[in-house]
């Protein structure tokens, strides 16, 4: 079954053909990240104009790349949720208007669910039941993957996503858009014990998280640094705000995995490409005996095969749309319901 899939939650277009939800046979993304650098994030209205520019051609290209014709597409999969609102529904009118054209099914597919969805790309072998930790910069939270399309979430961010965090971070310190990247890379340059800072605890649910205070502290620490004519140590400060944000998921995900018995752990979303992160679920995993699986670099930020290899087991569970489909900014992963 090869599905069209259309991804553009945010800043990237992309357009990629999976087959039977596992083999990717192209996967094109047009990047804003220069253009949006200007402003030091994400402008939305910018993004959806882009999108619009950007997508037609895409798809074409897709094809082109494959080898394939219209006709070989067996189905048009998109995201609809969440996202920006106006570069979401770019992508959801765009996929309803190809299904229509070429009289095929239309999945929706959940952003996130897409995310943790890329790990079948990147290892064929595996099969649910895992849990999988997802770290965007929208999202932070603990899924039990108890099935392709069913999902209960054990823990999740009270305020604050880490991605978002790092990026907010990493703008303060003058660094280029996306922060989150750049301060990663100053972090292993750094002393990660130098800078003390907060680590959320746990609350009701041993499995939430909160980064807000984390975020504040790492702040008011720079602007004082600023205000009173203080040196930084950059490095080390990149260093130990990162080990706060891995000291706060670590723990937790050791902790799930432990309450449920998984023996397999994955990780998903754009900051599951950060270094120590995957280094200290790797270590954390070791000593569980559990296996762990990390997507590769590309798929850890936004794409459109992981879309398509999640909608394969949409399509599967009976989850396709009609035209009415609309897009959502802000819509649980459990809300699949249609």
Do not use: W
């Not at 939650?9 to 200007?38: K, N």
């Not at 762990?292 to 936004?302: R, T």
């Amino acid at each position: 079954m090869n599905i069209l899939a259309i991804e553009s939650s945010c800043d990237e277009t992309a357009v990629a053909i999976v087959r039977d939800g596992r083999q990717v046979l192209t996967d094109c993304i047009a990047s804003q990240v220069e253009l949006h650098r200007i402003y030091g994030g994400v402008v939305p209205e910018i993004a959806s104009r882009m999108h619009i520019e950007a997508i037609y051609g895409l798809a074409d290209q897709a094809l082109a790349q494959a080898g394939l014709e219209r006709e070989d597409i067996d189905a048009v999969a998109v995201t609809y949720a969440p996202g920006l609102i106006g570069a979401v529904l770019v992508g959801v009118n765009f996929a309803k208007a190809a299904a229509l054209a070429l009289n095929k099914p239309l999945i929706p597919v959940h952003h996130i669910r897409g995310h943790i969805a890329a790990n079948y790309l990147a290892y064929p072998e595996l099969e649910p039941p895992f849990l999988c930790l997802v770290v965007s910069g929208g999202h932070t939270m603990i899924i039990d993957v108890k099935g392709y399309t069913d999902m209960e979430i054990l823990g999740t961010t009270l305020d604050d996503a880490a991605g978002e965090c790092f990026d907010k971070v990493g703008r303060v310190l003058g660094m280029p858009y996306p922060g989150g990247a750049a301060l990663d890379k100053a972090a292993q340059r750094g002393d990660d014990m130098k800078y003390n800072l907060p680590r959320s605890k746990p609350g009701e649910n041993p499995y939430d998280m909160s980064f807000s205070g984390l975020k504040t502290a790492a702040l008011n620490l720079i602007h004082h640094a600023e205000q009173v004519g203080e040196g930084l140590d950059i490095d080390s400060l990149c260093a130990s705000f990162t080990a706060a944000v891995s000291d706060t998921l670590v723990p937790r995900v050791v902790k799930a995995i432990e309450q449920t018995g998984r023996k397999k752990l994955a990780v998903a979303g754009g900051v599951a490409a950060n270094s120590r992160i995957r280094a200290d679920i790797m270590a954390a995993a070791e000593k569980l005996g559990v296996e762990v699986y990390l997507p590769p670099l590309k798929l850890c930020g936004d794409n459109g095969a992981m879309i398509g290899a999640q909608a394969y087991y949409e399509y599967l569970a009976g989850n396709v749309a009609d035209m009415s489909l609309n897009a959502y900014a802000t819509k649980s992963i459990l809300g699949e319901a249609l």
